[in-house]
């Protein structure tokens, strides 16, 4: 219980620490005319109160990644603690802080244009299709495992399948329709919800002294599977997550001042941060000297929610625990389809205020998703996984580029960075989705390649600076 409470205060003393020494460094300016007023539209860009923007953001990035990713990794031990107070502060943050204010002095831009713009490109091309691609897998994801847990809370009264259509017809009006004409509204209400489910979960963890494991660094997952790359693989949405560089840019283009963006991006993620503390904790104290493993295997990470929500809140907090955990996910796959048709119309320059120009883009992403419903959830998860952790490695290398070239200290940005990586890469290399080599023959060869994007990144600033007339921001240049 100690470390679980000492983690809690580590991550709040994060934001108001951490979090603003990231705001100084990028440098807010408070009289800048932000994209939800210079470019209002109607649809994307709108603008919209503080509070109201930081409920959507957390929906928008917490998906099932914080609860079921900390159930999974909750098989390490309490070392999944350390990596998600670490993550969370000093990379996931800052990663979100980052992507969702270079979006904001670039009109709102999505991560490919300003990887396109910062690393080359190239890169433009390239992120741009491993972004939607981890769009289409999270929408996918998020249609399948909240579908699975209304069809368990319902007792199976109402089929499988017209669950998984009434969310997919959802999607689509949502990831259609003006932001502030469903997400807008509705997202406060879910958010509250959320948050009720989750300090309903955390307080029962307190006040019954549940058995919640101390610190300690050994490994004890089952199957003894390495702690790096695949605790981070698989605790991504609590720590770190790509999939929040696709969302950061949609509220970009909703914000009213560049001051909110600490408490909506660096702070958002450092709740998520402490959702998936809970739930992690959880995990581990109400099976404590149970397979946890064996459970998982059972009924998946959703009947865990089931069993800690139930076991700690009766019947009545219990079903609104899983209704708060059932939105997660909902609220996320609405606007992973809108980031995916967001980033495909800003790929091929179309303007989305004609509802057809929008109609046109997003229906064969729906058609894709509903084929890949077939496919296995774990596979599904492992191939999200480890493109998450790619796309946050760029992410943090467009923010280090951004930093760098004005001679900021980027080391903020461009460690985790470095990190995220060596976390992909080797996962790629050792994992059989991968090129399933040997642990050791992995970090080898991940450790090369790292070396290599790092010098390219070096060339890379070093062509950016000598660039006179580059603009970091949409309107700025940089100084000489």
């Given at each position: 219980?100690?470390?679980?409470?000492?983690?809690?205060?580590?991550?709040?003393?994060?934001?108001?620490?951490?979090?603003?020494?990231?705001?100084?460094?990028?440098?807010?300016?408070?009289?800048?005319?932000?994209?939800?007023?210079?470019?209002?539209?109607?649809?994307?860009?709108?603008?919209?109160?503080?509070?109201?923007?930081?409920?959507?953001?957390?929906?928008?990035?917490?998906?099932?990644?914080?609860?079921?990713?900390?159930?999974?990794?909750?098989?390490?031990?309490?070392?999944?603690?350390?990596?998600?107070?670490?993550?969370?502060?000093?990379?996931?943050?800052?990663?979100?802080?980052?992507?969702?204010?270079?979006?904001?002095?670039?009109?709102?831009?999505?991560?490919?244009?300003?990887?396109?713009?910062?690393?080359?490109?190239?890169?433009?091309?390239?992120?741009?299709?491993?972004?939607?691609?981890?769009?289409?897998?999270?929408?996918?994801?998020?249609?399948?495992?909240?579908?699975?847990?209304?069809?368990?809370?319902?007792?199976?009264?109402?089929?499988?399948?017209?669950?998984?259509?009434?969310?997919?017809?959802?999607?689509?009006?949502a990831t259609l329709l003006p932001v502030d004409k469903i997400i807008g509204r509705i997202y406060p209400i879910l958010g509250a919800l959320l948050l009720i489910s989750a300090i309903g979960v955390g307080g029962m963890l307190i006040v019954t002294g549940a058995p919640i494991p101390e610190l300690t660094?050994?490994?004890?997952?089952?199957?003894?599977?390495?702690?790096?790359?695949?605790?981070?693989?698989?605790?991504?949405?609590?720590?770190?997550?790509?999939?929040?560089?696709?969302?950061?840019?949609?509220?970009?283009?909703?914000?009213?001042?560049?001051?909110?963006?600490?408490?909506?991006?660096?702070?958002?993620?450092?709740?998520?941060?402490?959702?998936?503390?809970?739930?992690?904790?959880?995990?581990?104290?109400?099976?404590?000297?149970?397979?946890?493993?064996?459970?998982?295997?059972?009924?998946?990470?959703?009947?865990?929610?089931s069993e800690v929500a139930f076991t700690l809140l009766g019947a009545i907090g219990g079903t609104l625990a899983v209704l708060g955990v059932i939105v997660l996910?909902?609220?996320?796959?609405?606007?992973?389809?809108?980031?995916?048709?967001?980033?495909?119309?800003?790929?091929?320059?179309?303007?989305?205020?004609?509802?057809?120009?929008?109609?046109?883009?997003?229906?064969?992403?729906?058609?894709?998703?509903?084929?890949?419903?077939?496919?296995?959830?774990?596979?599904?998860?492992?191939?999200?996984?480890?493109?998450?952790?790619?796309?946050?490695?760029?992410?943090?290398?467009?923010?280090?580029?951004?930093?760098?070239?004005?001679?900021?200290?980027?080391?903020?940005?461009?460690?985790?960075?470095?990190?995220?990586?060596?976390?992909?890469?080797?996962?790629?290399?050792?994992?059989?989705?991968?090129?399933?080599?040997?642990?050791?023959?992995?970090?080898?060869?991940?450790?090369?390649?790292?070396?290599?994007?790092?010098?390219?990144?070096?060339?890379?600033?070093?062509?950016?600076?000598?660039?006179?007339?580059?603009?970091?921001?949409?309107?700025?240049?940089?100084?000489?």
């Amino acid at each position: 219980m100690f470390t679980f409470l000492i983690a809690i205060a580590l991550l709040i003393i994060g934001y108001y620490t951490y979090g603003k020494l990231i705001e100084r460094i990028f440098g807010v300016k408070e009289a800048r005319q932000t994209p939800a007023y210079s470019m209002k539209d109607g649809v994307d860009y709108i603008p919209m109160g503080t509070n109201r923007n930081s409920l959507i953001q957390l929906l928008n990035i917490a998906g099932v990644g914080p609860i079921f990713g900390p159930i999974m990794g909750a098989l390490y031990g309490p070392v999944a603690f350390i990596w998600i107070v670490v993550g969370a502060i000093f990379a996931g943050a800052v990663h979100d802080y980052l992507t969702g204010m270079i979006s904001i002095r670039n009109k709102g831009a999505h991560l490919p244009q300003l990887a396109g713009k910062f690393l080359g490109t190239g890169m433009k091309h390239i992120v741009n299709a491993v972004a939607v691609l981890l769009l289409l897998l999270v929408g996918t994801v998020f249609v399948t495992a909240p579908a699975g847990l209304l069809f368990s809370l319902m007792d199976g009264v109402i089929a499988l399948g017209i669950i998984t259509g009434a969310i997919f017809v959802y999607y689509i009006i949502a990831t259609l329709l003006p932001v502030d004409k469903i997400i807008g509204r509705i997202y406060p209400i879910l958010g509250a919800l959320l948050l009720i489910s989750a300090i309903g979960v955390g307080g029962m963890l307190i006040v019954t002294g549940a058995p919640i494991p101390e610190l300690t660094l050994q490994n004890m997952h089952p199957s003894g599977a390495a702690i790096f790359p695949l605790l981070m693989i698989t605790i991504a949405c609590g720590a770190i997550s790509g999939f929040h560089a696709t969302q950061s840019p949609i509220i970009s283009r909703t914000l009213q001042n560049e001051r909110n963006g600490r408490k909506v991006f660096y702070g958002m993620m450092i709740v998520e941060g402490i959702i998936a503390m809970i739930w992690a904790a959880a995990a581990m104290s109400l099976f404590y000297g149970q397979d946890l493993s064996e459970l998982i295997a059972t009924g998946g990470a959703g009947l865990v929610v089931s069993e800690v929500a139930f076991t700690l809140l009766g019947a009545i907090g219990g079903t609104l625990a899983v209704l708060g955990v059932i939105v997660l996910p909902i609220t996320s796959g609405d606007t992973a389809f809108r980031s995916a048709r967001m980033i495909i119309a800003e790929y091929i320059n179309l303007p989305q205020i004609k509802l057809f120009s929008r109609l046109w883009i997003a229906l064969p992403l729906f058609v894709i998703s509903f084929i890949l419903t077939n496919m296995d959830f774990t596979l599904l998860w492992r191939y999200f996984g480890v493109t998450n952790a790619a796309i946050s490695a760029i992410a943090l290398f467009v923010g280090a580029m951004y930093l760098a070239i004005q001679y900021k200290f980027h080391w903020v940005a461009s460690i985790p960075a470095t990190f995220m990586t060596m976390v992909a890469l080797t996962f790629i290399f050792n994992a059989p989705i991968g090129f399933g080599l040997p642990m050791t023959t992995s970090y080898i060869a991940a450790g090369i390649g790292t070396v290599i994007i790092l010098v390219l990144f070096a060339y890379k600033l070093k062509l950016n600076r000598a660039e006179s007339e580059f603009k970091i921001d949409a309107d700025d240049k940089i100084a000489a």
